[in-house]
Each structure stands twice: as C-alpha cells, then as structure tokens.
C-alpha cells in the first residue's frame, strides 16, 4: 500500500486541515511555502495522468474550499500536480499541492525556504 493510502487509512499520522469522503487535505510533512497543503482522492490514482473527469469534478471544489479555509483566496495561491518521472513526482498517488502565504517564486518548489519568502 503507497504511504497517501496509508495516511487515508490512518495507518501513518498525519496533519489534516480537510476531509470529505471522498477527499483528503493534510499538511506537507516538508513544506516549501509558508502554507504547503496536500490534496488527494483517497482512493489509489496513480497521477494525474490516470484520473477521471469525475474525480476532477469532484476535487476542484474541494481544493477551493482548502483555498477559502485557509484564507488564501484572498491574495491567491498556486496549485500543482507533478506527473512522473521527468515532472518530479516522487510519491506515486495522485496528490495537489497547494501553495500559498507569500508571494511565490517561480522557481520555489525545488529550492527555497519558505521562511524566507514571507
Ligand atoms: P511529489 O514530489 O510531487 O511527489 O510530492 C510529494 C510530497 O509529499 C512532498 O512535498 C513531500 O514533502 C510530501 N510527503 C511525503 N511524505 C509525506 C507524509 N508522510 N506526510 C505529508 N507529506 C508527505
Ligand atoms: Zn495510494
């Protein structure tokens, strides 16, 4: 079982700021912004490459909604999904990232730290 099933399942602890039954929003456990949040489905999608529209459908709301509880519409966010080998994703369940909290750096997600962007 992949360590986001694990979290799901409650088998790892984890920060969770959001939960519905289909979805999953918790802390990443190395954040690169001063608000680094990640958004999953809980059932097993490998990435994005493999979703379905309906899983989608149902996640952008959801992802809007750890947007709003966080107070991030306001002065915006970003939200990224890295897909495989070449885009960096290193653990294999479809997982969003939502960044926010600071005006972000192009560049942010592979070298900064986040408390210096605040
Ligand atoms: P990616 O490189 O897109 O696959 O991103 C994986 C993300 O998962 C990284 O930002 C990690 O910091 C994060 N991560 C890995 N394990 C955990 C965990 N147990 N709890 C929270 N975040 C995690
Ligand atoms: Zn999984």
Redesign the pocket.
């Known amino acids: 079982m992949c ?1 986001f099933c694990k ?1 799901v399942k409650r088998e ?1 602890p ?1 920060n969770i700021i959001l939960e519905n039954e289909d979805f999953l929003a ?5 954040p ?1 912004a001063p608000v ?1 949040i ?1 958004v999953i489905p809980k059932v097993h999608v490998e990435s994005f490459h493999e979703v379905s529209g309906e899983i989608m459908s149902g996640i952008t709301p959801f992802i809007q909604k750890v947007a709003k509880e966080l107070s991030l519409d306001k002065n915006g966010y970003r939200v990224i ?2 897909i495989g080998e070449d885009g ?4 294999k369940h479809l ?1 969003f ?1 939502v960044l926010g909290g600071a005006k972000l750096a192009w560049s942010h997600l592979s070298d900064a730290h986040p408390k210096e962007m605040i």
Do not use: A
């Open positions: 360590i979290i790892i984890s918790f802390h990443d456990i190395n690169k680094h990640l999904t890295n960096g994703q290193e653990v997982h990232h």
